[in-house]
């Protein structure tokens, strides 16, 4: 049986749309965030894992709290795992399928 889940996104995703919804280029979210310009970078284009120090800054910029980032960090990371799983369920259940088959 296939989980249904609601779509998830990545974190900056979320931080690309309250900088766009405040109006913020990068240089305001480094300097209301503290954070390097290089790991703002890796944050928005790469998808860098968000760490605790990140996460702190993100909810300096933001106002919101530093939980709020990590959670949705750990809810982006357990909707990807519970689609391999799903993605691995069905694959064994199309081999099993196959077998049954030719027998």
């Known amino acids: 049986m296939k989980r249904r889940i609601k779509e998830v996104y990545p974190v900056s995703v979320f931080i690309k749309e309250e900088m766009e919804a ?15 310009p290089a790991k703002i970078k890796l944050i ?39 689609a391999v799983e799903d993605e691995a369920m069905e694959l064994r259940r199309n081999v099993i399928e196959q077998k049954e088959g030719k027998e």
């Open 22 to 36: 405040r109006g913020w280029t990068e240089k305001e979210l480094i300097k209301y965030s503290w954070l390097r």
């Open 44 to 82: 928005l284009e790469d998808g860098m894992i968000i760490t605790k120090p990140m996460a702190t800054g993100l909810a300096r910029a933001f106002g919101t709290s530093m939980e709020y980032w990590l959670n949705l960090q750990k809810l982006w990371y357990l909707g990807l795992e519970i």
